[in-house]
């Protein structure tokens, strides 16, 4: 199979942890943490994506709950609104290059203006390897 036609959808996890705007930071840091995933697609009531969050956003609520007390607040105050997503239908090599000149650790996956699934660097990876593998 050339490594060229592999695609994004036959790799990304279809199966997503995702939150809502209002959901509380402190809830949304305890489900990345009890679901081992670094982070997760925001979205409204009607399933568009209107952000991403990590946990890398959660550092600070972490640190000023642990210090002083003081509650989470909604996600939408954390959250990066402006996401960069994929196409399902995009090369993995394409991505494995994206991720490299981005450095991010995973992207929300669309299909038709609808998000579809997520993929990290370790799913590329993972298609990769199976390539060399089975070279």
């Known amino acids: 199979m050339p490594v060229k036609s592999i695609k994004v959808k036959d790799y990304m996890s279809g199966k997503l942890v995702t939150f809502k705007p209002d959901t509380d930071v402190l809830d949304a840091i305890h489900e990345l943490v009890n679901r081992q995933i670094t982070g997760a697609p925001v979205v409204d009531d009607h399933g568009t994506l209107v952000g991403m969050l990590s946990e890398f956003d959660c550092l600070d609520v972490v640190l000023a709950a642990a210090y002083h007390g003081h509650p989470g607040?909604?996600?939408?105050?954390?959250?990066?609104?402006?996401?960069?997503?994929?196409?399902?239908?995009?090369?993995?090599?394409?991505?494995?290059?994206?991720?490299?000149?981005?450095?991010?650790?995973?992207?929300?996956?669309?299909?038709?203006?609808?998000?579809?699934?997520?993929?990290?660097?370790?799913?590329?990876?993972?298609?990769?390897?199976?390539?060399?593998?089975?070279?």
């Open 73 to 135: 607040g909604p996600v939408s105050q954390l959250m990066t609104p402006d996401v960069e997503t994929v196409d399902a239908d995009m090369s993995i090599i394409d991505l494995a290059e994206l991720f490299k000149a981005s450095g991010f650790r995973r992207y929300p996956v669309m299909k038709d203006n609808r998000l579809v699934g997520q993929i990290s660097r370790k799913d590329v990876l993972r298609a990769l390897g199976k390539l060399s593998v089975a070279s």
